[in-house]
């Protein structure tokens, strides 16, 4: 199958900094990608639709100039979390869609802690 | 609208023994199906998918899972669980999303234990 590269898997930062998150389609050109977060213990919720070479949209409640996504080329998509806080650790999942659009391909999840 | 409900949060098992995870949906459209496993810190890796063909589904590791339209269902099952398969596992229900992409929703998951 598709392979989708997210990068770092693990990341710790200051509070206040903010940390870039890396989402590849390593063998296929995606035009859409998909940004999640899981809490822990929970399931896997929806933050933003991204498309390449337009702006992102965002699910309820996801404050956009916080969560800044940029998807310039059809295999990257990044997801800036902006002057983090504590309550933005979490496990953040990207993933995009293949061929037909009959199956996402998800990313290995980066696990952000904010101290 | 589309949701998922997964009906158990932990489910536990001898190793062995069958598998049943429980998974009902709603959708406005003709639904497309998925289970997904996620292992502890890893991504998730799909199990297996259905797409409005065969109404019984068999994915890898052994799993196969039934779409049932009368009870809006899609259960997870394998006959004889190994200590490998002890993970969290995710029913997913897709919609069509804007430009012809497919927005997921997913259920609130299953931990499944395997007890040696």
């Given at each position: 199958g598709a392979v989708v590269s997210q990068h770092p898997s693990r990341v710790i930062c200051k509070s206040g900094t903010s940390v870039k998150i890396e989402c590849?389609?390593?063998?296929?050109?995606?035009?859409?990608?998909?940004?999640?977060?899981?809490?822990?213990?929970?399931?896997?919720?929806?933050?933003?639709?991204?498309?390449?070479?337009?702006?992102?949209?965002?699910e309820q409640g996801v404050e956009k100039d916080k969560f800044l996504i940029n998807h310039a080329s059809l295999t990257l998509s990044t997801l800036t979390v902006t002057s983090a806080h504590p309550e933005d650790s979490s496990f953040y999942i990207c993933s995009a869609d293949g061929t037909a659009n009959t199956e996402a391909f998800f990313g290995q999840g980066t696990r952000l802690t904010v101290v | 609208a589309q949701s998922v409900t997964q009906l158990d949060s932990h489910v536990s098992v001898s190793e062995g023994t069958p598998v049943l995870l429980r998974c009902n949906y709603s959708s406005s459209y003709s639904p497309s199906l998925f289970w997904y496993v996620q292992h502890p810190n890893k991504g998730l890796q799909l199990l297996l998918k259905y797409t409005s063909a065969a109404?019984?589904?068999?994915?890898?590791?052994?799993?196969?899972?039934?779409?049932?339209?009368?009870?809006?269902?899609?259960?997870?099952?394998?006959?004889?669980a190994h200590m490998s398969d002890a993970a969290e596992y995710f029913c997913v229900v897709s919609d069509i999303y804007g430009f012809g992409n497919e927005k997921l929703t997913f259920g609130t998951g299953t931990r499944l234990t395997i007890i040696p």
């Open positions: 590849r389609s390593l063998d296929f050109q995606a035009t859409t990608m998909f940004w999640y977060r899981q809490f822990p213990k929970q399931s896997l919720m929806l933050m933003a639709t991204s498309n390449e070479g337009s702006k992102a949209t965002y | 109404t019984l589904v068999k994915g890898i590791n052994g799993f196969e899972a039934e779409f049932k339209k009368s009870e809006t269902s899609f259960h997870l099952t394998k006959p004889s």
